[in-house]
């Protein structure tokens, strides 16, 4: 499934110029909760008139063997300020974030950085540098996010990008932005919640009033109750047979009621019902000694006769 936008840019996987250069990736894989986890950071930024309009975060996940590859599995928010004058990236908050990550055994690695806004520009060749030295030796990735969306419901597209240095003496704020493909990767587990996420908005439908609903759920709790009742009844007076699968159900359904509201024990009727079965054994038990001793009492008094 493509995040990408419509673009006219190529996408040019070049050859290296050596045999010890690394290539850069060819592909992005992204998780669906990452993409989340960057429109709740988006949602969350600051609304004063001097904040910037984007946030930015990195970016983890791993690489292939070859490095053609590089699937993004988590995010965490980097804190910045910009303006049309200078930019402040809070370096010392990421190193600890990953300090932090590092001893709580994270696997992933840090892969790139992201932003939430498709203009490229100066400011996000100086954030690219200091990553790029953060993923050294592989190249950093960039993804941008779009994150407005028109009536006809175009916009939240992310795209990803790669940089090379230009110039014969490189700068870190000259630089070219190469695209690469994105594709968002998601198990078979998790196609419910996109297909909601993705669906048409539900009409709405006016909310009752909390009595008339309750009222409404119990005569219906009660008319299933009659039913089953009806059922063990006639299954009791030998009118109707009885049904195996129905009558686990029953119990199954009778056990989950609990007398108590301490959870040390099931409980309800699944112990009532463990409390008659051990009655019966110990019954059956008195019986069957009770028998005994009146047999073993009669063997001693027939040779005395």
């Known amino acids: 499934m493509s995040l990408d936008t419509s673009s006219s840019a190529i996408h040019l996987n070049l050859p290296p110029s050596s045999s010890n250069q690394i290539r850069p990736p060819t592909l992005i894989t992204i998780h669906p909760s990452v993409v989340a986890s960057i429109l709740t950071h988006h949602s969350r930024k600051p609304t004063e008139a001097d904040s910037s309009n984007r946030v930015i975060g990195t970016l983890m996940g791993s690489r292939s063997e070859n490095g053609q590859e590089i699937d993004v599995r988590a995010s965490f928010a980097v804190p910045h300020k910009e303006d049309e004058n ?22 992933e690695s840090i892969v790139g950085w992201y932003a939430t806004h498709p203009t490229l520009n100066a400011y996000s060749a100086l954030i690219q540098n200091y990553f790029s ?59 419910a919640a996109l297909d909601l996420l993705t669906a048409p908005a539900p009409t709405p439908s006016p909310s009752l009033p909390p009595l008339p609903t309750l009222s409404a759920s119990l005569n219906q709790l009660s008319t299933l109750i009659e039913q089953a009742l009806t059922y063990v009844q ?4 030998g009118s109707q047979q009885p049904d195996a699968e129905v009558g686990r ?27 008659t079965l051990t009655v019966s054994y110990l019954s059956n038990l008195v019986r069957s000694q009770v028998e005994l001793a009146g047999r073993l009492a009669l063997l001693q008094q027939t040779p005395a006769s």
């Open 249 to 275: 159900y029953l119990l199954e359904g009778l056990g989950r009621w609990s007398g108590s509201e301490s959870n040390e024990d099931e409980g309800g009727v699944k112990a009532g019902l463990q409390d």
């Open 133 to 191: 030295g953060e993923t050294s030796p592989h190249p950093s990735i960039h993804l941008t996010i779009d994150t407005e969306l028109d009536p006809s419901g175009k916009g939240l597209g992310i795209k990803g990008w790669v940089s090379t240095q230009l110039g014969l003496s490189p700068k870190p704020e000259n630089c070219a932005f190469l695209p690469v493909p994105v594709v968002i990767k998601y198990a078979q587990s998790e196609r």
């Open 86 to 107: 200078q930019i402040a990236v809070d370096m010392p908050f990421q190193q600890g974030m990953m300090q932090l990550l590092g001893k709580t055994g994270a696997k």
């Open 234 to 237: 006639s299954v009791n007076n």
